[in-house]
C-alpha cells in the first residue's frame, strides 16, 4: 500500500515541460518547433496535465470510499447491460451521429421495456495515429486511443452528454472505457520518438545506439517503422537492450507481426540528435505498450487522465479497464519474460479502480485470467470481472451437449474464492470466442478429473480447445483467431445445430436458433452479478461473408466476420453499412420494436426473463450449492437470495435429450416447495424427506425455482 501512496503523490500535475532546446530544429516531417507545440496540444499527456489542476486541492476528491473493490455497490447501481460496439452501429436515420441514436427516445424505450439499465458503449475516442498533421484511421476498432476528445466518426462531446441523460432518465448508467496497457500512434508517441520531455518515458521504448543500427532492418517506403524477427530481437536482448521475446504473441501473422518488437524509421529529435527506438507492442504494431513503472510515471499520469475525463467530464458511471493484466514486463532470474500475471499489474489496476471509485464510479477488468489472479485482483483493483471464466466452458456444453467440463470450472471457481456475484455473464462482445482457457494453461501441470480419470491442465485445455474447433470451425462461416474463434452466438449456435448454409435457413431452422439462444441468455442471466448482451445478439445476427470485409482481415485479424453492421430500431432499412463502413449483417430476429410487439420473439422472452430476475433480486444473491448431478447436459445452481428472501434454483439441459433427475439440494429444507419462476401456474415441485427433488427438462430447456 506505501508504494500506491508514493504512485499517487506522482500524479500530481507535473511543471510544465521545457520548450524545445531550439525552436528551429527539424524533425523528420521537416516541421519545426510549431510542429512540436502543435503535437503537445493534442498529446493525452498534456490534456492530463490540465485536468488535473482542475481537481488538485478539489474537495471531490473526498466524497466516496475508494481503499478497497465494491462488487456489490457496483451491481445494484446496474445489473443488466447493453454492449455496443459504435463501429456496427447503424444510424436511427441517414446522416445522424452513432451518439445521437444510442440517445435516440425511441431506442432508450425499447432498453427500458427489456429491462436494460447501462450502456457500455466501446471506445469512441479518436483512435489510429498522426502522421504529420493528419490523423490516421484506428488500426483496432478504437482500441488505439490518441485522444481524449470522442471521434467525429461517432458525434461529439455534447452528444455523448445527451447520451448520457437520455440513460438517466431510463433509470439507466452509460459505461465507458480506459486503456491502461497502450496507446495508438499519435500525438504522445510522436512526441517520445522525438525525445521530447516526459514524453519517452510514456512508452516501453529503447534507444538504440547508432553503432546497433545495423541490427535493425530498414523501414519501407511508406511504413513509420519494421517488425523485428526472432532473430533481431534475441540479439537485441543479448545485448541488454530489451527484455526479450514474449511466451506469446497476440495478433501473430507470419510476415506481419512475428513479434511483439518494432523498429521505428529514424527520427531527429527536438535536440537535433537522430535516433532510432525499438518498441514492445502486445498488440498491434500501431499500439505502442504504455510504461507503468518508469520514474516520469508518464503511463499513469496519462491513463488517470483519461479515466477522470471519463467520469467527471463525459459523466459515466463505470468504466471498463480493457486488457488490464498486462502492465508488468521483465526478465526473471530463470530467463523467462514475466509479463502475464505481474504484480505490477496488480498495484496498477488498484491505482486506476481507487481513483474511479474516488471520484464516485466503479470499474471492470475484461480479461481472460487464470482463478487464482482473479482473486488476487478482487483485493484491490476493479469492482468488477467480465466472465471469461465460464464463457467457454457453457459454449462447449453447448457444442458437446456434456456440461462435465462447465461443472468443474464452476468447483474451481469456488476453490478459488471466485464470486459469481461480482462477474459480468456476457453473450457475445466484441471479440471472438475467447478459448484461451487461462486457468488450464497457468496450471498445466495440475491434475483435473474429467470423464472417470484424470488429465492435466494443459492436455484438458488442448483435448476441449479440439472439440470446439471441430464443431465451430468445421462450417464455413466461423474463422480461427489466435485460440478462439470469429463467431456471433447465432453462428455457435448454428454450428452446434449442424447447420452448414446460413443463407438456406429454413423458419424452422431459425426458431431452432432462437431456442438455443435464449437458454444461453437463460444461463448469464439467472445468475448473481451483471448481465450483459450485444446488439448483435439482441439481432440475432450473423457472421458477415469473409469477401465482404476481406481487407480489413489482411493483417490476420478475422474478428470483423462477427462485427456486422445492425440495425436495432429499424428506422434506416436502406442504409447497407455503418458509418463506420462496416457492411449491414443478416439479422434473424429484426428490430426491437418490432420484436416486443410479437410476445414469441427474442426480445420480449428475454424481457420476461429479466423481469422475473429483477423480482428476485437475483443479481444480488450468492451461489451456496453446484448440486452433483448424473445427466451429462444438466447443470444445477443454487442461490441464496438477498434479504432472507429465500432459495432460487436455476437448472439447464445443454443436450439435445431430455434430462429426468433426483437431484439433492442440500440448501433446502425437507417439505419445501418450488414454485416455477417463470410459469407460477405450473404445479410446484416438493423436496423429498432426503432433500432431493425431481428435475425434469427437455431438450435445449432451462427453467428457474424460487423456494420460500
Avoid: C
Avoid at 500500500?1 to 525552436?23: C, D, G, Q
Avoid at 506469446?248 to 507481426?257: C, L, N, R, T
Amino acid at each position: 500500500m506505501k508504494r500506491l501512496w508514493i504512485w499517487l503523490t506522482a500524479l500530481l500535475p507535473a511543471a510544465a515541460p521545457a520548450p524545445p532546446a531550439a525552436e528551429s530544429v527539424t524533425a523528420r516531417t521537416g516541421a519545426d518547433g510549431g510542429y512540436i507545440r502543435w503535437l503537445e496540444e493534442r498529446s493525452m499527456l498534456h490534456a492530463a496535465q490540465q485536468l488535473a489542476r482542475q481537481y488538485a486541492g478539489n474537495s471531490l476528491q473526498w466524497r466516496h470510499p475508494y481503499g478497497t473493490p465494491q462488487p456489490r455497490l457496483a451491481v445494484s447501481r446496474a445489473s443488466v447491460w447493453f454492449t455496443a460496439y459504435p463501429a456496427s452501429t447503424i444510424p436511427a436515420s441517414p446522416g445522424m451521429s452513432v451518439l445521437g441514436t444510442l440517445a435516440d427516445e425511441q431506442l432508450w424505450r425499447a432498453f427500458q421495456a427489456i429491462g436494460i439499465q447501462g450502456i457500455h458503449t466501446g471506445p469512441m475516442k479518436r483512435s489510429g495515429g498522426i502522421t504529420d498533421r493528419t490523423y490516421t484511421p484506428s488500426v483496432d476498432g478504437n482500441f488505439d486511443r490518441i485522444s481524449f476528445d470522442i471521434d467525429p466518426a461517432f458525434g461529439s462531446e455534447s452528444q455523448y452528454r445527451e447520451m448520457v441523460a437520455a440513460a438517466k432518465a431510463h433509470g439507466a448508467i452509460v459505461i465507458g472505457d480506459v486503456i491502461p496497457g497502450h496507446t495508438g500512434k499519435g500525438a504522445d508517441f510522436r512526441l517520445a520518438e522525438r525525445g521530447y520531455a516526459d514524453y519517452p518515458g510514456i512508452y516501453h521504448m529503447v534507444r538504440i545506439e547508432r553503432g546497433d543500427w545495423s541490427l535493425l532492418p530498414p523501414v519501407a517506403a511508406g511504413r513509420d517503422a519494421v517488425n523485428l524477427s526472432p532473430a533481431t530481437v534475441d540479439t537485441l536482448q543479448a545485448k541488454g537492450y530489451i527484455v526479450g521475446r514474449l511466451s506469446s504473441s497476440i495478433f501473430y501473422e507470419p510476415g506481419v507481426k512475428d513479434t511483439d518488437w518494432s523498429a521505428t524509421d529514424v527520427v531527429r529529435g527536438v535536440d537535433g540528435v537522430e535516433r532510432r527506438w525499438v518498441y514492445l507492442h502486445y498488440f498491434k504494431q500501431g499500439q505502442p505498450t504504455l510504461n507503468w513503472l518508469d520514474p516520469t510515471f508518464g503511463a499513469e499520469r496519462l491513463v488517470i487522465g483519461d479515466a477522470v475525463h471519463e467520469i467527471g467530464v463525459l459523466g459515466d458511471g463505470m468504466l471498463r479497464l480493457d486488457a488490464n493484466g498486462l502492465l508488468g514486463i521483465e526478465r526473471d532470474p530463470s530467463g523467462k519474460v514475466w509479463s502475464e500475471g505481474h504484480p505490477l499489474s496488480l498495484t496498477a489496476n488498484q491505482l486506476i479502480a481507487d481513483m474511479v471509485r474516488k471520484l464516485g464510479g466503479y470499474t471492470f477488468e475484461e480479461l481472460a485470467l487464470p482463478f487464482d489472479t482473479m482473486r488476487e485482483m478482487s483485493r484491490g483493483g476493479p469492482d468488477l470481472s467480465y466472465d471469461f471464466v465460464t464463457r467457454p466452458a457453457y459454449d462447449y456444453a453447448l457444442l458437446s451437449g456434456d456440461a462435465e467440463f462447465l461443472r468443474l470450472v464452476f468447483q474451481l471457481m469456488r476453490q478459488n474464492e471466485v464470486d459469481p456475484g461480482r462477474l459480468i455473464h456476457a453473450l457475445q462482445n466484441h471479440d471472438e470466442l475467447t478459448m484461451g482457457l487461462g486457468h488450464f494453461a497457468a496450471h498445466g501441470a495440475d491434475r483435473f478429473p474429467f470423464r472417470g480419470g484424470e488429465l492435466t491442465g494443459q492436455a484438458l485445455r488442448e483435448l476441449v480447445q479440439k472439440e470446439m474447433y471441430a464443431k465451430l470451425l468445421g462450417v464455413p462461416y466461423n474463422l480461427k483467431f489466435g485460440d478462439g474463434v470469429a463467431s456471433t452466438t447465432a453462428t455457435v449456435i448454428a454450428a452446434t445445430l449442424g447447420l452448414r448454409d446460413l443463407a438456406a435457413l429454413s423458419a424452422a431452422d431459425i426458431e431452432r436458433i432462437k431456442q438455443l439462444h435464449l437458454l444461453l441468455a437463460f444461463y448469464n442471466a439467472m445468475q448473481p452479478g451483471v448481465f450483459a448482451l450485444s446488439g448483435w445478439d439482441l439481432v440475432g445476427a450473423l457472421t458477415l461473408p469473409a469477401d465482404a470485409v476481406r481487407p480489413r482481415l489482411a493483417d490476420g485479424d478475422t474478428r470483423w466476420i462477427n462485427r456486422g453492421a445492425y440495425d436495432l430500431l429499424g428506422t434506416n432499412p436502406d442504409a447497407t453499412a455503418s458509418s463506420a463502413g462496416l457492411p449491414r449483417t443478416r439479422a434473424l430476429y429484426g428490430p426491437l420494436p418490432e420484436q416486443l410487439r410479437h410476445p414469441d420473439s427474442f426480445a420480449s422472452q428475454l424481457a420476461r426473463l429479466l423481469k422475473a430476475r429483477a423480482e428476485l433480486k437475483l443479481f444480488a444473491a450468492r451461489l451456496v450449492d453446484v448440486p452433483a448431478v448424473k445427466a451429462p447436459g444438466l447443470l444445477v445452481l443454487v442461490h441464496e437470495l438477498p434479504e432472507g428472501a429465500g432459495l432460487e434454483v436455476t437448472a439447464l439441459n445443454f443436450a439435445p435429450a431430455a434430462v429426468q433427475e433426483r437431484v439433492a439440494l442440500h440448501a433446502a429444507a425437507a417439505g419445501a416447495r418450488l414454485t416455477d419462476v417463470l410459469t407460477p401456474q405450473a404445479a410446484p415441485l416438493e423436496i423429498a424427506a432426503d432433500r432431493s427433488v425431481q428435475l425434469q427438462l427437455n431438450p435445449y430447456e432451462a427453467k428457474a425455482w424460487r423456494i420460500q
